[in-house]
């Protein structure tokens, strides 16, 4: 495994937050990002322990999103400076720093907030330390976006190999069933 489970948490939220929140296509349907109770459902979803998450909260993790696609995209066009651009921007808007915090009963954790933080800048600062960890740390090339016709949703390739290409099983099958039909037009086969 590339990434450890705290590491991989963070990677994990930016996916679900950038596909969640942000608009585009998904599996070969144009997707408008939630707004007003449905993006507050939609955080609910994406991210652990949101049950008192609010709008304005909502809101914030919606803009974190978008610039998170920035990096996605960047690193997907391999323009690794332009990613890092956008990482140190975040970083910087959310006070990302690290400090061992612990609660009680549990290990001590790195985060990447200070415990006085919003939810939001708490997950926003997690999530832009996690990609440039990933960025930093020579793995930008397992940040990904989807390269099925129709969709632009975003994925971290934790294969062996690699070779990740589809954001889900569907569209992975919708690109092999595609290719299909066009050798079978074409008469090979």
Known sequence: MLFD?????????????????????????????????????????????????????????????????I?????????????????????????????????????WQVHFHGADDSYAIGWSAGCATGLAMAVGGDYAGRLGVCAASRCDRVHVDVSRNAARQFCSTACQNRAKAAAFRARRAAGEG
């Not at 507050?40 to 998170?68: F, K, M, N, S």
């Not at 975040?90 to 612990?102: C, E, K, V, Y």
């Open 5 to 69: 489970s705290h590491m991989r948490a963070l990677l994990d939220a930016s996916v679900a937050l950038v596909n969640a929140l942000t608009d585009g296509d998904a599996r070969g349907r144009s997707f408008i990002a939630p707004v007003g109770s449905d993006q507050v459902a939609a955080v609910r979803a994406a991210l652990p322990g949101t049950d008192g998450i609010d709008p304005d909260q909502a809101d914030y993790l919606a803009g974190t999103a978008r610039e998170l696609r």
């Open 71 to 107: 990096v996605f995209e960047a690193v997907a066009a391999e323009r690794i400076d332009d990613a890092a651009a956008a990482l140190n921007k975040l970083l910087r808007a959310n006070g990302a720093r690290p400090q061992l915090d612990r609660s009680p009963g549990e290990p």
